[in-house]
């Protein structure tokens, strides 16, 4: 079956079943490797993508649920000049990523978090990351990084 | 003021830029043209008797390239434990058969009875449900208890019990342990668990098998910690290849955790079947299949004696552990109940008599193997939950038990067959007491007591041993395997530097904090030096990352081949300066001769060294070193902890109020990055402690397969950690004084959660002992009630 959509701008089509997921279209058929897998039960989060603006699960979606959408993939978040969005550079900047493998999931949460809520408190973003697990950072350089993105100032909080 | 650049600078991390936009490179992202997928049809009983297994409805599928089953594997050999322990009576351990596919039995829920591989996943997940597959099931064995009685259910008929080995360290006379406890003043004794647990990094295992025809050439993508051990165990013992004709890879690998130490079946399969098809063939883990073939973690119950005297001095320390090791032994199972975790039951503590008892069991549940940590948590949970007990029995204040009984004295050789070579327990409580605050909890108790929550504090210290060495030691006590390790510094012409090493980083920040020490030794800047790690075409040999010993071990081997590189370029210095090799002194990449303003940069020297025009005629040319190098002993670090809980009284519901770490880890090359990795491990204990449990009924089924089941920490079940590594004591034996930090925060955690747990319970008047973890709500809530 057809389906087409725009990708981090661009429009693309593709040719699915219809049990292909999202992330499957975007892994096998786009390349847009940066969008992970990590479970099966849609609990870790590492595949969150932007699809007309909300934070999906893009392993718990259909590709063809996502026909004529405007899709977001951690691939089309830096600027246009290639640098780090400020939330890519705080992530980089407080050490809120190890392996990197819940990354771009965590990068597409915080973003859609902080179109909603500007400035969350420490409480809003823990409670926001529910859907997102990480295995390495203990979340604390995670949730430290979020809230620096959105301004605050985060030195209070212990370690480097 | 902090250092911006080279050994302690917290220098960012390279390799984020790649992570955060989407362009890192892991193990899935890997398609080779032309590749076919495999399934894998696993058993969904404990244990049985394979008696019918037809394939050819499924060989009839579209798409079916070739389904494979245990007699396509009759002439290989199965998969290998890297280590031999010896019993307490002399005798090997019990090694069973371990098959790549099932040979008549399967043994575990998720052990593999055949794989159908297929021109896409989807065709061979249909096909595999067309295997015409009968199972006599078999009673299974579940408990360790159970499966070490007389007449218990066998999981490998041909073995005599279910008893892998018998071990035993530390005091063998047993009259003169009894001796120490009947003449005790006070004798504390605890019955625990240390739960299973699934490592569960977010990538989950995959592995691409690829063989070339033309050049009788294999190579395997692989999710792993240490690609040239997996390719010296698939090669040597298990499919039997030239090892100069397979290359192992292993890209970015998306967390380890232990997890990825071992070799696979799935990885053989992948590279067999790839010859076997003439195609490659890919096979990508789901989660729940993670949950059923990845090796689990912990699993010991214990029975931990301590013997004090009457001035509450440690007089004598006994345990009994059972050790579940699962239905097969892991890569490196054997050693995890035993030299990883016996060795350090003495702790921080001068205790003179120790005996540590270990019975491992084999039962039909996953394999049981290294998970972050390693025997080290088992150890140290035991060992500081009974110094716990004792003080709450004694009515003495646990900082101050531990303060009397703790080792001051370096080296310091253990009953346990260990030398401490350096460590200041005393002062790495002392920044513990100061970073914690714990002169104001009585003032935080009373404020959680006013709104009708209970607040509890635990302490507890840790000591661990990295970096496992030397190999001749090793060797003696059962390792397979050397431990040692090995680096290239290739200096290009223009100055730049490619080292290749033989630790591979998982998430640890190897890209970034082995550059800073290369810059630093040769003065250039961070940005000149560049990791090559992860694939044993480019690596000159590795035993990989794993038992927090990158840097220790590893990087000391990169220091060594650095200093060679040094010494050869200030060969060619003192040609180019006309001066005497012992002048020339190298600062900011800029070689001089001592005393007079003459020098020569850095990127002078190493074009020299490639464009040997004017040359010293008895040096060679290039720049280009290699060292290996083999520790003279463990790294030990240790450190004191303390935790906060809240409790409510009503629901049972435990919250960490704050959580401190003073860890003292010698030198530290990176700050940042240490700190995260102490972040991480405390988040993995408080998820021990709290949450995690790997479950299985009575009948071996996994009742927690999935993470709707398994309860990993999230982001809200944790607080912002507070840690200080002031504390340091350089490592004595390697040239970077550092010790390892990875394992620390998982070793350290869950007792000090679980003494805070019952700190809390007990202010409430409620005299509880002991709780096993996970620490859930209903068993506080039954604890409370009781």
Not at chain 2, 266 to 284: G, L
Not at chain 2, 288 to 296: K, T, V, Y
Not at chain 2, 320 to 348: C, E, K, Q, R
Not at chain 2, 562 to 580: F, G, M, P, R, Y
């Amino acid at each position: 079956m057809k389906v087409s959509m725009t990708v981090n701008g661009r429009l693309v089509e593709g040719d699915v079943e219809g049990r292909t997921l999202l992330s499957g279209f975007l892994r096998d058929q786009l390349s847009l490797t940066g969008t992970h897998v990590g479970c099966d039960t849609a609990q870790c989060g590492a595949c969150v993508v932007h699809v007309d603006g909300v934070a999906v699960k893009s392993c718990n979606m259909l590709a063809l649920e996502a026909d004529g959408a405007e899709v977001g993939t951690i691939e089309g978040q830096a600027h246009a000049d290639g640098s780090l969005s400020v939330i890519q550079q705080a992530f980089q900047d407080h050490h809120g990523l190890q392996c990197g493998f819940c990354t771009p999931g965590m990068v597409m949460s915080a973003a859609a978090l902080l179109k909603d809520n500007p400035r969350p408190t420490e409480a809003e973003v823990r409670k926001y990351l529910e859907g997102n697990l990480c295995r390495c950072t203990g979340y604390h350089n995670i949730v430290k990084a979020i809230m620096a993105a959105s301004g605050q100032d985060v030195s209070h909080i212990a370690a480097e | 003021m902090p250092k911006d650049s080279g050994i302690g600078a917290s220098s960012k991390r390279r390799e984020d830029v790649r992570f955060l936009t989407g362009a890192g490179n892991y193990t899935d992202d890997i398609n080779v043209a032309g590749q076919a997928y495999v399934y894998f049809l696993r058993s969904d009983i404990a244990h049985g008797r394979i008696t019918g297994l037809d394939t050819s409805a499924a060989e009839a599928m579209p798409g079916v390239v070739k389904v494979f089953t245990g007699k396509d594997f009759e002439g290989v050999g199965g998969m290998p434990c890297g280590w031999e322990v010896t019993d307490k009576h002399g005798a090997p351990m019990q090694e069973p058969a371990h098959p790549i596919l099932a040979q008549g039995k399967v043994r575990h829920v998720g052990d593999p009875i055949a794989a159908v591989v297929a021109d896409s996943l989807e065709q061979a997940r249909d096909a595999a449900e067309a295997i015409d597959l009968e199972i006599e099931e078999l009673p299974a064995v579940i408990d360790m208890k159970a499966a070490a009685q007389e007449g218990a259910v066998l999981v490998h008929d041909d073995l005599k019990n279910n008893i892998c080995y018998d071990w035993q360290l530390g005091e063998t006379d047993d009259a003169k342990v009894n001796e120490v406890f009947a003449g005790a003043a006070h004798v504390t004794t605890l019955d625990l668990v240390n739960n299973r647990l699934v490592a569960n990094p977010m990538e989950p295992r995959v592995a691409v098998g690829e063989y070339k025809r033309g050049t009788d050439e294999y190579t395997l993508y692989t999710t792993s910690q240490n690609p040239h051990v997996i390719r010296l165990l698939m090669c040597a013992f298990v499919l039997g290849l030239p090892e100069h004709k397979v290359r192992v890879v292993a890209p970015d690998v998306g967390g380890g955790f232990g997890t990825k130490i071992f070799h696979y079946a799935e990885e053989a399969f992948c590279t067999f079947a790839a010859k076997a098809c003439n195609r490659p063939v890919k096979w990508t883990s789901s989660r729940s299949e993670a949950f059923m073939s990845d090796a689990h973690g912990r699993d010991h119950v214990s029975t931990i004696e301590l013997a004090l005297d009457a001035d509450n001095n440690f007089i004598g320390l006994r345990t009994n552990t059972y050790a579940n090791l699962g239905a097969y032994l892991s890569t490196f199972s054997s050693s995890v109940p035993t030299w990883l975790h016996g060795t350090l039951m003495a702790g921080n503590y001068k205790t003179p008599v120790v005996q540590v008892n270990v019975r491992a069991m084999f039962t039909n549940t996953v394999p049981v193997d290294a998970y972050r940590g390693a025997g080290r948590p088992e150890a140290t949970f035991q060992l500081e939950r009974v110094v716990d007990k004792a003080a709450r029995e004694l009515g003495v204040d646990p900082i101050a038990l531990r303060r009397q009984n703790f080792i001051t004295q370096f080296p310091y050789d253990t009953p346990v067959a260990l030398t401490y070579d350096t460590g200041d327990y005393n002062g790495t409580m002392d920044k513990l007491e100061a970073a914690a605050d714990l002169a104001g909890f009585a003032a935080r108790r009373a404020a959680s007591e006013a709104k009708g929550k209970l607040r509890g504090l635990g302490i507890n210290c840790y000591i661990e041993a990295c970096g496992i060495a030397p190999s001749n030691i090793v060797g003696m006590l059962g390792a397979r395997a050397g431990l040692y390790d090995a680096a290239t510094v290739r200096v290009n012409a223009t100055g730049s530097i490619s080292v290749m090493v033989g630790a591979h980083s998982h998430g640890q920040g190897h890209e970034t904090a082995f550059p800073q020490v290369v810059a630093d030794m040769i003065g250039i800047d961070e940005s000149m030096v560049e990791i090559v790690h992860g694939d044993t075409s480019k690596i000159p040999f590795g035993m990989g990352t794993y038992g927090s010993r990158s840097l220790a071990v590893c990087g000391s081997a990169m220091v060594k081949a650095t200093e060679k590189v040094i010494d050869k370029a200030k060969k060619i210095a003192a040609h180019l300066l006309e001066a005497s090799e012992a002048d020339i002194e190298l600062k900011d990449g800029q070689f001089s001769v001592a005393g007079t303003d003459k020098s020569v940069a850095w990127g002078d020297v190493t074009l020299t060294a490639y464009v040997p025009h004017n040359f010293p005629l008895e040096v060679e040319p290039g720049l280009e070193e290699t060292a290996f190098y083999d520790p003279a002993n463990f790294t030990f670090p240790s450190g004191a902890y303390a935790c906060e809980v809240e409790l409510d009284p009503e629901t049972g519901q435990v919250t960490i109020e704050a959580f401190t770490a003073a860890d003292d880890f010698g030198n530290i090359v990176n700050p940042m990055i240490v700190d995260g990795q102490v972040h991480g491990g405390i988040g993995q204990g408080i998820g021990q402690a709290l949450l995690e449990n790997c479950a299985y009924d009575e009948n071996g089924q996994l009742l927690s397969a999935s993470f709707m089941d398994y309860a990993m920490p999230r982001a809200d079940d944790v607080p912002f950690y507070g840690v200080d590594h002031s504390s340091q004591t350089p490592c004595t034996h390697n040239p970077l004084g550092v010790k390892g930090c990875g394992e620390a925060g998982a070793i350290g955690s869950p007792p000090a959660v679980v003494n805070a747990v019952l700190d809390a319970m007990n202010s409430g008047g409620k005299a509880v002992d002991h709780i096993d973890m996970p620490v859930s709500p209903s068993r506080v809530w039954a604890a409370m009630n009781s």
